[in-house]
């Protein structure tokens, strides 16, 4: 399958054409490989220097403790990238696992091949820096919206920031998110049970309405 079209989609790609991006794979060492669904991309305790870039399926970063209680960190869909900030350190443990949600193909990139120059000195390496940069700078972002989340106090209140920020990420009261009822309980580090009952409580109470994985959200209420 040809998949510039996702590379071309790709924030690390981002200002670069496709023939362009065709002739710096070599450059890269680009390695695609396949995964089937549950299966471990990288494992938890791990060193890598590379980093791996979503072409077709779903990779869920997760943490799991001592106890096998998994967190879904984040949700990696074709285009995006993980496992360049552990890549980018000096024989740094991987503290998360990558997990491959379905079917999925990622390809790896050595990003040592980034962030030195290589000896072609392709001319869009500095913009490939700084396009590995600017998507550095987004996850840390999107971490903080994260920690904001699990931070409040109560499975409600959990519930109710990350739904309102997928909702103004959405631009609608309308919207779906990634996750389903299990996978949300380990985004939020909720329990299952206990976030169910929540959803159907604030479904009576009407402050939302829901059907799997699409929610609508209503104004008529005060959080």
Known sequence: ??????????????????????????????????????????RQGETIDYMGLVLSGCVHIVKDDFWGNRTILSDITPSQMFGESFACTIQEDLTVSALAVEATTVLFLDIKRIL???????????????????????????????IEHITKRTTREKLLSYLSAESLKASSSTFQIPFNRQQLAEYLAVDRSAMSQELSRLQNEDYLTYHKNTFRLKNNFTQ
């Open 1 to 42: 399958m040809n998949y510039f079209s996702i590379l071309k989609k790709s924030p690390l790609f981002s200002g670069i054409e496709i023939n362009d991006i065709q002739s710096m794979l070599g450059c890269l060492d680009a390695v695609e490989k396949k995964y089937s669904k549950n299966e471990i991309i990288l």
């Open 116 to 146: 030195n120059t290589c000896s072609s000195a392709c001319v869009f390496h500095t913009r490939l820096i700084r396009n590995l940069l600017s998507v550095l700078a987004e996850k840390n972002l999107m971490l903080t919206g994260k």
